[in-house]
């Protein structure tokens, strides 16, 4: 198998640089007809496979709302990665996991380990333990050809606290996890394995001109963000390795699986600049 980032490369060429979000927020299920339940939710998420599946580069369930629902929830997940991944389609689990190392290393495991019910091509990590706390998480995914994105500058208003803080170097403590993140993709040919998330809602962004990675960026649509921020953080020589991704906006539409493939193309035309 090749490594996660050549193969995420290869799909933004195919079918351009657009992440979707599975988050089955029960307001969404509401509007959808469908019941606040584990059958609701697996109806939610059957539709969403239908509509997304082989329409974008990566398919990110948000792992959150599926858990709100204990057992149930967690195997309508299973079922909903793997479906996805048995067709070819990248799947990134926004699981956002941090931990002391020991306890990354099991979070790892959940996610990227070829044994696992719930593995993933790739998880969205938080380096706020300390990045080296990732080690057991990058090791793993290095070895199973899958992939991490590490949040580094993230949406939230409330983020900028800790990531925006300056350390003794004058350097930012986000842009230490990005360019932790570049370290680790070195050498590598086309994108390497460990990405970062940036916010497009943010005022300014670390430099990312050295990563040589993917840079998910959400915070597109609802909360604010639109192509001209994407253009604006990123700059020009990064264009290429950037994953606009949305969620809410594209879910509103649903739950005709019609409606909701025009709101992915819609939202892919608004980022083929991405790929000029
Ligand atoms: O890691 C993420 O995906 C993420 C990072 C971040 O900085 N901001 C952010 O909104 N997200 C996730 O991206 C999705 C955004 O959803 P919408 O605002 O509905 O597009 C949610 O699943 C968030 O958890």
Request: aromatic share 6%.
């Given at each position: 198998m090749k490594d996660f980032g050549s193969r995420l490369s290869g799909a933004m060429a195919h079918r351009g640089a657009l992440c979707v979000g599975i988050d089955p927020h029960p307001e969404l299920l509401r509007a959808w007809q469908l019941p606040v339940t584990p059958e609701g939710l697996e109806q939610f998420a059957e539709i969403c496979v239908e509509a997304f599946d082989g329409e974008v580069a990566m398919i990110k369930p948000q792992v959150a709302f599926f858990e709100a629902f204990g057992s149930a929830g967690i195997a309508v997940l299973e079922r909903t990665i793997s479906v996805l991944t048995a067709s070819g389609t990248l799947v990134l689990a926004d699981a956002k996991r941090g931990d002391i190392g020991s306890t990354m290393a099991a979070y790892a495991r959940s996610w990227l380990s070829e044994d696992s019910p719930l593995r993933s091509d790739a998880v969205t990590v938080s380096p706020y333990l300390g990045f080296g706390s990732l080690e057991p998480a990058l090791t793993l995914a290095h070895n199973t050809h899958r992939g991490v994105f590490?949040?580094?500058?993230?949406?939230?208003?409330?983020?900028?606290?800790?990531?925006?803080?300056?350390?003794?170097?004058?350097?930012?403590?986000?842009?230490?996890?990005?360019?932790?993140?570049?370290?680790?993709?070195?050498?590598?040919?086309?994108?390497?394995?460990?990405?970062?998330?940036?916010?497009?809602?943010?005022?300014?962004?670390?430099?990312?001109?050295?990563?040589?990675?993917?840079?998910?960026?959400?915070?597109?649509?609802?909360?604010?963000?639109?192509?001209?921020?994407?253009?604006?953080?990123?700059?020009?020589?990064?264009?290429k390795a950037v994953v606009p991704s949305v969620s809410r906006e594209i879910l509103r539409a649903g739950p005709s699986v019609t409606a909701l493939r025009d709101a992915v193309h819609k939202s892919a035309e608004d980022f083929a600049f991405l790929q000029a």
């Amino acid at each position: 198998m090749k490594d996660f980032g050549s193969r995420l490369s290869g799909a933004m060429a195919h079918r351009g640089a657009l992440c979707v979000g599975i988050d089955p927020h029960p307001e969404l299920l509401r509007a959808w007809q469908l019941p606040v339940t584990p059958e609701g939710l697996e109806q939610f998420a059957e539709i969403c496979v239908e509509a997304f599946d082989g329409e974008v580069a990566m398919i990110k369930p948000q792992v959150a709302f599926f858990e709100a629902f204990g057992s149930a929830g967690i195997a309508v997940l299973e079922r909903t990665i793997s479906v996805l991944t048995a067709s070819g389609t990248l799947v990134l689990a926004d699981a956002k996991r941090g931990d002391i190392g020991s306890t990354m290393a099991a979070y790892a495991r959940s996610w990227l380990s070829e044994d696992s019910p719930l593995r993933s091509d790739a998880v969205t990590v938080s380096p706020y333990l300390g990045f080296g706390s990732l080690e057991p998480a990058l090791t793993l995914a290095h070895n199973t050809h899958r992939g991490v994105f590490v949040i580094a500058a993230t949406s939230n208003p409330e983020g900028a606290q800790v990531q925006s803080a300056t350390r003794p170097d004058g350097r930012t403590v986000g842009q230490t996890v990005v360019d932790e993140a570049a370290a680790r993709n070195a050498g590598a040919h086309h994108l390497g394995s460990v990405g970062v998330v940036v916010g497009a809602t943010l005022g300014h962004a670390p430099d990312l001109g050295k990563l040589n990675g993917p840079i998910l960026m959400p915070g597109v649509g609802v909360q604010g963000g639109g192509p001209d921020d994407v253009r604006r953080l990123v700059g020009d020589s990064n264009l290429k390795a950037v994953v606009p991704s949305v969620s809410r906006e594209i879910l509103r539409a649903g739950p005709s699986v019609t409606a909701l493939r025009d709101a992915v193309h819609k939202s892919a035309e608004d980022f083929a600049f991405l790929q000029a």
